[in-house]
Structures are given as C-alpha cells and as structure tokens.
C-alpha cells in the first residue's frame, strides 16, 4: 500500500512503509509532493513559516479548488505572519487562567460521569463514549447549550471523514432535539448531489448549516455574553482598538469544532486500543497512577491522531540533500517523525514510561497547537476515570478504522471489563 492510498488506512498506518521511505531519504517525492518523514527535518519545516508557508496553499494535500482558495486562507490553520499571529495572540489572551482551571474541574467531572453511565454494562463502545467529552469540553469553551453539542460530532464528521462514505454524510442531530439557534441551522444542511457526492466541506458553500450556527452564536455572544472562553474573546478589543469580528468567530468556531473535537476524539480510542495491545503496560499503569502523565504522552506519540500537514514552498530551498523548487507542496508525515529512531529508542515499542518523549503529535513552531493543554486534561481525565471505575478492560469485537489518510481515526472500539 502506498501511504497515501486511504483503503490502506482502514488496515491500519503504514508503518512499515514509512520506515523504508525515511531510511532510503528523509523526503521523498511522493504523487504530487514531498513527504517529509525525519523528526527534524519536520520541525524545521515547521517553525519556518517564511520558506513554508500554510497561507500558499492550505494546509491539506489536496489542493483547494481556485475559487475556495481565498476562503481557505482566511481560517487561522492556513494563515502565516503577521496574520496569524494577531489572532492567535487573541485567542491566547481569552484562555485566562481561571477559565482554564474552570474547564479543567469540567473535563474532569464529565469524564468520570461518563464512565460511570457504563460501568455497571460490563461492556460498551468505547469510541463512542469518549466522543462525547470533546463535545462536552468545546460546547464549555463556547457557551454552546448541552442539546447543540452533537452538531459538532456531525460537522467534524463530514469534514475530516470525507473519504470515509458513512462520515461524509453524517446527519445524526433531529431538530426537535435541539434549540431555534440549532434548528435554524439544520434547515440549510446540506444533502449528497445527484452523483451521491457532498459539497467540499472546507469551504462555506459546503458547511452551510456550521457557519449559520457560528453567526448566530457569535451575534448571541457579543449581546449577552456569559463567563465562557468565546464571550471573553468576542468582548476583547486590541491595543490598536480592534475587536474579534463575526467572519473570525465563525472560523475559529470551525476550527475548534472540527480541530478540536476529532483530533482528540480519535486520541482517546486511540490510546485506549495501544493499552488493550500491551497488556502488560496497561497492567503497569493500572498499579502505577504517577506514570499516568508519561502514558498519556506515550498514546499521542504511538497513535498521533493527525498524520500529516501541508506547507507549500515559497522559494527553492534544500531539505535533507533535496532541491525543492518555490510552490511545491511540501507534506510533513507526523506519523513517520513520532517513530524516528534519531530521536527515540526502540519506536515502535509502546512504554508507558518513555521519557523524554518529544513527540510532534501537537506540531512545533507558530502553529503549535492551542488546544494542546486541553487535550492532555481530557486524556489523563478520562483514563483516570477508566482505571479508577472499570479496572482492567479488554478487546471486545475488532476495532473498526476510519477511511482517511489525513486523520488516524477510529469509529468503533467494542471493550469489556469485569462489572
């Protein structure tokens, strides 16, 4: 399998493949761009927003149609210097300490109230029970009422599940489960074309239905705020007198709830499965809660939920021995750089107390993940929460992939445990 083909990927991440790649060069020309597989030469690319832009061209392997290209841009994913940085710099400021601390208490209340719904079943689906604490976590950060929460299950589904036939079309929200802001924006979801075929859904024309929930919401915010972290931002105004605009609400509230939601999402079976296939290290765990945060970390290198990212050149330059020309893509493979044997010993092994542990699960340079604390909080809370109320669980039934080359997902983990 090539490690671009995505019926791959319901097998499993080519591993293998990528090790062969990285030894014969760090960055190979593969279809249409260069992989970048080697740990630094990932992170060079990375903090080097100047000669790898992810304004060019996005920051997905695809290339965006001409007319989307300029809306592609205006998300913060895909913005470079100044641009970014202002609105980062923004989003940063809303994160206080104290609304940090408030969403930590939650996570780590919602994470054991979750857990213990289905202790006493024996058994559950544990890709679905750890969706909903992303969704409980981002509808905090934005003062989405609890009814609206799965919206964002559905919309992340679509727009990182596309390759994935049952994802590209997920419509699992009723309106009469909802509020008017929600039903509102059900009345404009989209529908597959006569070919069958969703609209593309990173631009607006494809997520009609998100971002007249954003405007509504953000109008919402800017009138009766409350004491969540997107009030705080929208009341904000900059030292030049700027204030956060509606067009840059809506994006950051599709960023959130698809970035934010699916990465997480996947990382939460995803370290669930590399336990339940190292049961000695989940032994290890479980009669040892201090190496907790070490695991943690250990499950974002070993699975790494997003598998690669997009720059594009701005002027030629020399990676690794290759000449890259200005306007190639340039593709960084997280998935191949997290098992780099330069940086750490035995990759493939899965240790529970791997320490130092420099993954790039979270990316490095300007684009560092914002919501990296967060996604740490809501891991280490849920597997608090399993090791405290369901002990040692096991594999239930055979754990069901995401089709995707983009996002290492899983739709469904069966697990059981002794009640």
């Known amino acids: ?81 100044p641009e970014h940085g202002r609105l980062r710099g923004l989003l940063t400021r809303a994160f206080t300490p104290r609304a940090i601390a408030k969403l930590t208490e939650r996570i780590e209340t919602s994470a054991r109230e979750l857990v213990a719904d ?48 049952e994802y590209a079309v997920s419509a ?61 931002l929208m009341r904000h105004v900059g030292d030049d007198g700027g204030r956060v605009s509606l067009a840059e609400f809506e994006n950051l509230f599709w960023l959130f709830s698809v970035a934010g939601n699916e990465t997480l999402r996947n990382g939460l079976p995803g370290g669930m499965l590399a336990l339940l296939s190292h049961p000695s290290e989940y032994r290890r765990l479980l009669a040892d809660r201090s190496l907790l945060p070490s695991a943690v970390e250990e499950m974002l290198r070993w699975w790494t939920p997003v598998m690669n990212f997009r720059r594009t050149a701005t002027s030629d330059v020399r990676l690794s021995g290759v000449d890259i020309r200005a306007g190639d893509k340039v593709v960084v493979w997280f998935s191949s750089a997290n098992r780099d044997p330069a940086v750490f010993e035995d990759p493939d092994v899965f240790d529970v107390s791997r320490t130092p542990n420099d993954h790039l699960t979270f990316g490095h340079g300007p684009h560092f993940c914002l919501g990296a604390h967060l996604a740490r909080v809501q891991l280490r809370a849920m597997f608090a929460a399993v090791l405290d109320l369901l002990g040692e669980v096991s594999l239930a039934g055979a754990p069901v992939r995401l089709r995707s080359n983009f996002q290492n997902g899983l739709k469904s983990l069966p697990i059981r445990w002794v009640s």
């Open 1 to 81: 399998m090539g490690i671009t083909d995505p019926d791959g990927y319901v097998r499993g991440v080519p591993y293998d493949e990528l090790a062969r790649l990285r030894r014969e060069t760090p960055v190979v020309h593969v279809d249409d761009f260069w992989a970048v597989l080697a740990h630094a030469d990932v992170r060079t690319v990375l903090r080097d927003p100047a000669r790898f832009s992810s304004q060019l061209g996005g920051t997905q392997i695809r290339d965006p149609a001409g007319a989307d290209l300029a809306y592609v841009r205006r998300m913060m994913l895909n913005m470079d210097p």
């Open 118 to 165: 289905v202790a006493g079943q024996g058994e559950c689906d544990f890709a679905k029970v750890a969706a909903d604490l992303p969704l409980r976590t981002l509808a905090a950060v934005f003062g989405v009422p609890e009814r609206d929460r799965r919206l964002m299950y559905d919309w992340s589904n679509r727009v990182i599940g596309y390759q994935d036939a």
């Open 172 to 232: 699992t929200v009723s309106p009469s489960e909802v509020t008017d802001l929600a039903r509102a924006a059900l009345a404009v979801r989209p529908a597959p074309g006569p070919d069958g075929v969703m609209p593309d859904p990173r631009t607006r024309a494809g997520m009609p239905d998100l971002y007249a929930y954003a405007n509504a919401l953000g109008e919402y915010k800017r009138e009766h705020p409350g004491d969540d972290v997107m009030s705080t």
